[in-house]
């Protein structure tokens, strides 16, 4: 289980330089680490990820996904 955006791309992205204002498309990974990605990051967004995540910065995709937090939160 994952606690940030910045853990997954850390852990699965170990020979990127991974900072807030990276955004996935930035970085030269292979279809299969973009698939393996986007599995976890889907887990962590509760099954959908927000659109044309890929172009999100790291910082952006944290506050869709605290945002995220708050909404499940609430309901």
Do not use: C
Not at 56 to 62: D, G, I, N, P
């Amino acid at each position: 289980s994952w606690n940030t955006i910045s853990e997954i791309y850390e852990t699965m992205l170990p020979r990127s330089e991974i900072t807030p204002a990276k955004r996935f498309i930035d970085l030269a990974v292979d279809s299969l680490t973009f698939v393996s990605l986007a599995i976890e990051m889907e887990e962590m967004f509760g099954g959908e990820l927000p659109e044309n995540w890929q172009e999100m910065t790291v910082a952006e995709l944290e506050k869709a996904y605290l945002a995220h937090i708050v909404e499940v939160e609430n309901i």
